[in-house]
């Protein structure tokens, strides 16, 4: 199949806080409502259409995460609530009513999840308020099970009759605490009870995932491989019990204590630890219940704490190191799930590692993927035929997360770019916009002029202009202090931004010959064919193709290549490479690349 250079990216504004890291995320309550994100140090705005969302000032919630908490917080959303789990922090929610009305609080749950039950009984505890809303103390005897940590806990309490439970409201000592009662207890010294699993103390959940219309919570420090799921249809209902529509509480048995990093809903529910990924389902298909679930072991490589993204059938995760992209399907031949690496052939691209990524859909099916380097990978993927292929992305700056939503018939992919401006650092919001090609760029559009301003975003950049479909020669000059930029001769569309020069270089070649393999041996293109489509500016070994003819009107853009351009006797050498490269910021299709080769000693 052909390539193309990629598009370039539209500015939209600066973070609120460009001296933290920032991270993007997609809220997406349906193709038409979609919003995007900006996770900073301290804080949650959003944006939409292209801007950032404005009632008087931007739309702002605080949250309750660090900066070096932002790239390990999981989500998972339903409608227009989106779940958050870090295990640092108790779980949050984020409910959106309108454009700009949203809210941030924290889960509050029902019942549960609760550790293991009391079997010694001679440890009990008694409550002194026993009635639904009654306030009162909680006494340990024969132990000393609170720690100040366990305010904001539950406590499971049964007489094998009477079966409630009562929320930690304040420390006093290690046998004493204050509760009140959110589920009527027995009176007296009981010994059936347990601990609520989520707590200060025990740890808050890392991971999260909706499957089969319950909300699953996964591994505490205190219980690394166990998964909660709620009452089905009630996402923040643990209440224990025998039925079907239960509560789901599974421990997976392992010699190894790894933690649970990621949960996919994928014919039950994938689990991606540290050592393993493995499935949680409830047998031969059927639906989990409480007393059928199992979990099986599939591979065996580990995953890295980054949220795998969905992309056909297959389940996509970043293997342990971050290094590679392993797709998690089934297969016939087998009968069972397999993950083969999907950067087997590219393992130079991901070798700084993969720290965030997104998915897009439309119009191409390409998983983006945030390097540790600053760069992107973008994958192109579509394994009905076979076809998976790399390529590398860089900007005058440092890419730092990237998200995905839906924009019409397409997707659109949005970033955080870390960039330097007038020598100072800056984090700016900016989405990838296939009618540019060039990046952190603005557009005009009006009566024709010979310069523009409002780019102080990029003042003291040396930037690349297009007017009217052209690119100008003569646009070397910084963007000056005030944001302005002159060009000649006049045009009324007008795009100014960064520069990047997509380039397309061709494996060594390999062709049947008398003498043996080409591979080390002299080489050279005595002629070289490039089909082109809807192309200016293109460059092949460093020969620039004549992008306008005798014919071409003087002060009009040209007409775009759609057809083969040819060049000749690119000289010896033992690679036998063919660069392409677009110098211009115009867009760039290559269909194919085709020639004569001619080989020496």
């Known amino acids: ?209 909706f499957v089969e219309e319950r909300l699953f919570f996964a591994s505490t420090n205190s219980q690394p491989l166990t998964m909660w799921g709620s009452v089905n249809g009630d996402f923040v209902n643990h209440q224990p019990g025998v039925e079907d529509d239960d509560a789901v509480e599974y421990t997976v048995a392992s010699s190894y204590v790894n933690p649970i990093h990621w949960l996919v809903e994928d014919r039950g529910m994938f689990i991606g630890t540290t050592k393993s990924e493995l499935r949680l389902g409830g047998g031969n298909d059927a639906p989990l219940t409480p007393s059928n679930a199992r979990v099986l072991v599939q591979t065996t490589h580990g995953s890295k704490s980054i949220q795998p993204v969905r992309a056909g059938n297959s389940t996509i995760f970043v293997q342990r190191a971050g290094l590679k992209v392993r797709s998690l399907q089934y297969n016939f031949n087998s009968d069972s799930y397999v993950a083969p690496d999907l950067t087997l052939i590219a393992h130079h691209i991901t070798e700084s590692g ?127 202090a005030s944001g302005e930029v002159a060009f000649s001769p006049a045009a009324s569309a007008v795009d100014v931004g960064l520069p990047f020069t997509p380039e397309l270089i061709t494996l060594r070649p390999e062709v049947p010959d008398r003498g043996g393999s080409l591979q080390g041996r002299k080489k050279r293109w005595v002629k070289v064919g490039v089909r082109l489509l809807d192309t200016l500016g293109v460059t092949i070994n460093g020969d620039q193709v004549e992008s306008r003819s005798s014919d071409d009107e003087m002060d009009q853009a040209p007409d775009p290549i759609n057809g083969d351009v040819i060049t000749v006797n690119t000289g010896w050498d033992r690679d036998g490479e063919i660069s392409i490269t677009q110098t211009q910021p115009l867009a760039i299709t290559v269909l194919g690349v085709f020639g004569t080769l001619e080989s020496g000693e």
């Not at 009562?166 to 009140?180: L, Q």
């Not at 992919?413 to 800056?426: E, F, G, K």
């Not at 559009?445 to 003569?474: E, F």
């Open 1 to 209: 199949g052909g390539v193309y250079g990629r598009p370039g990216t539209r500015f939209v504004r600066e973070v609120k806080n460009s001296a933290a890291r920032c991270r993007i995320i997609p809220f997406e309550f349906s193709s038409t409502q979609a919003y995007i994100v900006e996770m900073g140090d301290t804080h949650l705005r959003f944006y939409m259409d292209g801007g950032i969302i404005i009632s008087g000032t931007p739309v702002e919630v605080a949250h309750p995460w660090t900066e070096d908490e932002l790239f390990d917080v999981k989500y998972a959303q339903t409608a227009d609530t989106m779940y958050f789990a870090h295990q640092n922090v108790a779980p949050y929610k984020l409910t959106r009513t309108s454009h700009t009305a949203w809210t941030l609080e924290k889960v509050v749950f029902k019942d549960g999840p609760y550790m293991p039950a009391n079997g010694d009984t001679a440890k009990t505890l008694t409550s002194s308020a026993t009635a639904l809303g009654g306030t009162g103390t909680l006494t340990a005897t024969g132990h000393t099970p609170f720690v100040a940590a366990h305010v904001g806990s539950f406590w499971q309490i049964s007489d094998g009759t009477t079966t409630g439970y009562v929320e930690v409201t304040g420390y006093t000592s290690s046998s004493v605490v204050n509760v009140t009662v959110r589920k009527a207890v027995p009176a007296g010294a009981q010994w059936k009870w347990r601990e609520g699993a989520f707590s200060d103390h025990r740890g808050w959940p890392r991971s999260l995932g």
């Open 354 to 480: 993969v720290v965030d990524w997104t998915y897009q859909q439309e119009p191409e099916s390409i998983i983006h993927c945030v390097l540790a380097n600053g760069k992107i990978a973008s994958m192109t993927y579509v394994p009905d035929q076979q076809v998976v292929g790399w390529a590398l992305h860089s900007t005058d700056g440092f890419f730092e997360s990237l998200a995905c939503i839906p924009n019409g018939e397409k997707d659109q992919v949005w970033a955080v770019v870390r960039r330097t401006i007038n020598n100072s650092t800056v984090r700016y919001v900016e989405y990838f916009d296939p009618l540019l090609h060039m990046d952190c760029a603005l557009s005009y559009s009006g009566t024709p002029v010979t310069s523009v301003t409002g780019l102080s975003h990029l003042r003291g950049k040396t930037v690349c202009i297009v007017g009217d479909g052209a690119a100008y020669s003569n646009s070397s000059q910084p963007v000056g």
